[in-house]
């Protein structure tokens, strides 16, 4: 693709991934971590791997660091992104109630006060 020598680069493409699972709490978590870590590596491994044979799109200069999208919650979710960090992806965790209603809620409070 050829430009016109004062058109601004093209940006960067970026993938991003969502991911949700079910909390270590959940029996079918619980009874079932390794695979699940090892499955989530697995696929993660196989999303990278495309991603960085992947030509950029539209003639930008390189991709830009993929994305995992999480909520961060106990089990599941938190494998994804410790999986994602190491490979070094950027990690984004949306807090829906906020920094500190958050904390509480994954705290896993087991009274009112606890909370």
């Excluded at 079910?22 to 590596?41: K, P, Q």
């Excluded at 999208?69 to 950027?90: K, P, T, V």
């Amino acid at each position: 693709m050829q430009l016109h020598p004062r058109a601004p680069a093209p940006p960067q493409a970026r993938l991003s991934v969502g991911v949700t699972g079910h909390r270590a709490e959940h029996a079918a978590y619980a009874g079932n971590v390794a695979r699940i870590e090892a499955t989530l590596r697995t696929v993660l491994n196989l999303v990278e791997t495309a991603r960085a044979a992947a030509k950029p799109p539209y003639g930008a200069p390189t991709m830009a660091p993929t994305r995992l999208h999480s909520m961060l919650a106990d089990g599941a979710d938190q494998l994804a992104a410790r999986a994602a960090l190491d490979l070094g992806w950027e990690l984004v965790a949306p807090l829906p109630f906020g920094r500190a209603l958050n904390c509480a809620i994954n705290a896993a409070p087991t009274s009112a006060p606890d909370a």
